[in-house]
Nanobody, 124 residues
Framework: QVQLVESGGGLVQPGGSLRLSCVAS????????IAWFRQAPGKEREGVSC?????????YYTDSAKGRFTISRDNAKNTVYLQMNGLKPEDTAVYYC????????????????WGPGTQVIVSS
């Protein structure tokens, strides 16, 4: 299975921005979808955004991310990005990327590969 490593997390003030990266250990073929999930302390993991493979590379966002976050992929670099703008304290969580030969969905067990996560803290 493909191995994933996230980076780009950190401490940011409310209203600030961060760009998370998810680097895969091998070429991410068009068959793979890549998703971002997050888990806040004391809460269940939730989906954030997903991007399909292939030339269409359709993107999907949960309500919490719509209008503020943008997902993109650079297949040449085996990397998927999550640009997060207008960050809020409620965005504080560990962010994980996941890969799978699946349609975009927010059901964690369907995703075959996960990264270790990167911490995002939004606080003044």
């Amino acid at each position: 299975q493909v191995q994933l490593v996230e980076s780009g997390g950190g401490l940011v003030q409310p209203g600030g921005s961060l760009r998370l990266s998810c680097v895969a250990s091998e070429y991410i073929s068009e068959h793979y979808a890549i998703a971002w999930f997050r888990q806040a302390p004391g809460k269940e993991r939730e989906g954030v955004s997903c991007i399909r493979g292939g030339s269409d590379a359709n993107t999907y966002y949960t309500d919490s991310a719509k209008g503020r976050f943008t997902i993109s992929r650079d297949n040449a670099k085996n990397t998927v990005y999550l640009q997060m703008n207008g960050l809020k304290p409620e965005d504080t969580a560990v962010y994980y990327c996941a890969a799978g030969i699946v349609a975009c969905n927010w059901y964690g067990p369907l995703w075959g590969s996960w990264g270790p996560g990167t911490q995002v803290i939004v606080s003044s």
